[in-house]
């Protein structure tokens, strides 16, 4: 009967928050998220895999194709075993107003705080950005410089723009900081701050309510068949 329970439990929260593009990573104790930890995966997919079948991802209808680029990351939101405290980090690149690449992972390392965490996935997105300029380049798609970057963490914003080593970030790679470092200079990327309900990367790294849900798939072109 409690084997039931958890399956009922996981429809309920489906239902009342829709198919996430993330569901098995919080800090919160979701009905998904335990039905993932409980063994009952199979719901999971079933959930997903039906609940969202009858919407596509949109490519194109923009003229001018200007990228723009989301980083979210949730501070020690990946509870599990083998990855207890490590934080969750998402990107979303859209391209006019196409997403063309998207990614949601768990930090390799234990952030010290949630700037840190955003830090982090800054740097891991700058990397994907400049791979992608330099694919379009190839493809001899124009690309105004510097492409915008949204963090909704101001301390992390502040970090980038001062860019100066303090005690509290000198134990950040140095790998990770020359990646922000060099295309800050080099006037590649602009990381702005906004605000974190117009942060569309929120649902790679956290549950949201339907609403918020919704409204994310409009803004990254999600339709419905």
């Known amino acids: 009967m409690a084997a039931w329970d958890g399956h009922v439990e996981a ?6 928050c829709g198919c996430p593009l993330e569901g098995t990573n919080s800090r919160n104790e ?5 039905a993932v930890c409980n063994g009952k995966m199979p719901v999971v997919v079933y959930l997903v895999e039906y609940g969202a079948k009858d919407e596509v991802l949109r490519l194109g209808g923009e003229d001018e194709l200007i990228p723009e680029v989301f980083v979210d990351a949730s501070w020690g ?5 083998s990855v207890m405290s490590r934080s969750r980090q998402g ?6 107003s196409s997403c063309i690449c998207w990614w949601s992972r768990v930090q390799t390392v234990v952030a010290q705080s949630s700037a840190e965490a955003e830090y982090l ?10 791979y992608i300029m330099s ?8 690309i105004k410089n510097p492409v915008v970057v949204h963090e909704d963490n101001t301390a992390c914003v502040q970090m980038v723009e001062e860019g100066a080593i303090s005690r509290k970030t000198r134990h950040i790679a140095i790998r990770e900081r020359l990646a922000i470092i060099a295309a800050k200079d080099d006037h590649l990327v602009e990381v702005c701050k906004i605000k974190s309900s117009d942060n569309v990367a929120d649902i790679l790294t956290k549950p949201l309510a339907r ?5 994310v798939k409009q803004r990254i072109g999600i339709v419905k068949l």
């Open 11 to 16: 429809v309920k929260y489906f239902i009342h």
């Open 30 to 34: 979701t009905p998904l998220n335990l």
């Open 77 to 81: 939101g990946h509870q599990s075993d």
């Open 91 to 96: 990107c979303i690149v859209l391209l006019g």
């Open 121 to 130: 996935a800054l740097s891991e997105s700058i990397k994907d950005i400049l």
């Open 135 to 142: 694919m379009l380049e190839e493809l001899r798609i124009p």
């Open 211 to 215: 609403v918020k849900i919704d409204i």
